[in-house]
């Protein structure tokens, strides 16, 4: 014959919690019938390893969809009130059957159970509202990349094409005057381009310092100190080959960037733009070394930048001693975003290649 197993019950506005004392319940049939809960199972209650059972009809309607979760020590029961509202009591029988108690580990009364609601609307609304600011912030985030990226696509796209049509139409030509023609944009690109030490600093994009910062210094190093300051490099065809190395890359990178920022990709592009500075950034180091090295005999002869020395030892130092540094400190930094492409390079398309298997 079946026992009755331990019943232990709490409410809520909405819902109806029952807990069966059986441990490793298993047979477990839970319905609700004519607003009466019927409960069958096997397991091991207060009087051992026996069947179970147990029926309750409620004081009020109830929907007939029962849920429940049966765990190694209880039976955990919800049942869904037809309509919102706290019970006076359990069941219509006044008299409490001697299985059935209150579950005072979730008891609340009516005024806690309202205030359990408005915590959990207060904890909604907070991250709702929390949400709605990251989203707001996440999309101002986007369009000021996406601003930003397509400002210096332009910018050098002009470059670039001003750079080739020029070639075509001058030829040889066009090698002499590249500075007087395209310096200021690309004065403006640079200038802007210190944005992106800025952008990896405060987290706007996923990426080290390091390798940008290297980038905005080199680049701006050999625009303003050896091309903007000595007229003497003006016309000579270093420039030229700085400045078209430069802008081939960038006209993939921030068309990339820009997909990027609505999550979207071209897959060519993807390939271009880490696959291009291959060639491109050994070249553009070679490039700028040259016009280093040819920017030396100026300094030299103009002393211009050169460092005031105490008269015991002389009476300056050539602004070429510390280009001779920097030629070190450019394979240095060669090296170091020579290493960090590649590894981007690698997280790409091995990343790519897991997501296609
Ligand atoms: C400490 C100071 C020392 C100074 C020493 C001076 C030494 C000088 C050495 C000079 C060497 C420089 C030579 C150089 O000037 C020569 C040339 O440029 S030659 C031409 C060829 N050049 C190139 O190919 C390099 C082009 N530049 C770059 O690729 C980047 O500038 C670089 C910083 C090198 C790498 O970029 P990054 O780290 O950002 O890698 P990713 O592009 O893969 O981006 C990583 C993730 O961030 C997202 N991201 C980055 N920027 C943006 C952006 N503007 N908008 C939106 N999103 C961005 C990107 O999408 C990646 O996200 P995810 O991984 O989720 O896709």
């Not at 059986?22 to 397991?43: K, M, P, S, W």
């Not at 019970?87 to 009516?110: M, T």
């Not at 690109?189 to 952008?199: H, K, R, S």
Request: hydrophobic share 45%; net charge positive; charged share 20%.
């Amino acid at each position: 014959m079946a026992l009755t197993p331990l019943v232990y019950w709490a409410q809520r506005h909405e819902d109806i919690y029952l807990r069966v004392e059986l441990t490793d319940a298993q047979n477990i049939a839970v319905c609700v019938h004519e607003n009466t809960l019927q409960f069958r199972a096997q397991g091991r209650g207060a009087k051992g390893q026996n069947d179970y059972e147990f029926s309750l009809a409620f004081l009020l309607p109830v929907k007939p969809e029962v849920s429940y979760k049966s765990t190694q020590r209880q039976v955990n029961v919800t049942v869904r009130k037809e309509q919102r509202g706290w019970w006076e009591r359990l069941i219509v029988q006044e008299r409490k059957p001697v299985f059935l108690a209150p579950d005072f580990d979730r008891w609340l009364d009516e005024s806690d159970a309202e205030m359990e609601i408005r915590q959990k609307e207060e904890k909604k609304n907070r991250v709702r509202a929390s949400r709605h600011k990251e989203e707001g912030f996440v999309s101002l985030k986007t369009g000021y990349l996406f601003v930003y990226n397509l400002v210096q696509f332009l910018g050098f796209s002009w470059i670039f094409i001003n750079m080739t049509v020029r070639l075509f139409i001058f030829g040889q030509d066009s090698l002499y005057d590249t500075f007087h023609t395209i310096s200021d944009v690309m004065f403006f690109c640079q200038i802007l381009a210190t944005v992106e030490v800025l952008n990896a600093a405060f987290g706007a994009v996923r990426t080290g310092i390091i390798p940008p910062l290297i980038q905005v210094v080199g680049r701006n190093f050999i625009l303003f100190i050896i091309f903007g300051s000595l007229e003497e490099m003006h016309n000579r065809p270093v420039v030229f080959f700085v400045f078209y190395l430069w802008s081939t890359i960038e006209i993939f990178r921030y068309p990339f960037y820009m997909l990027g920022c609505f999550n979207t990709e071209w897959k060519t592009l993807t390939w271009l733009r880490y696959t291009v500075w291959i060639p491109l950034y050994p070249l553009g180091v070679l490039a700028e070394a040259v016009a280093v090295i040819q920017s030396i005999p100026i300094f030299d002869e103009t002393k211009l930048f050169s460092i005031p020395l105490p008269k015991s030892i002389g009476s300056s130092a050539s602004f070429s001693y510390i280009l001779h540094i920097y030629l070190i400190l450019m394979f240095l930094g060669l090296f170091i975003n020579f290493r960090h492409l590649y590894k981007q390079r690698k997280r790409r398309f091995q990343t790519k290649k897991r997501k296609a298997n």
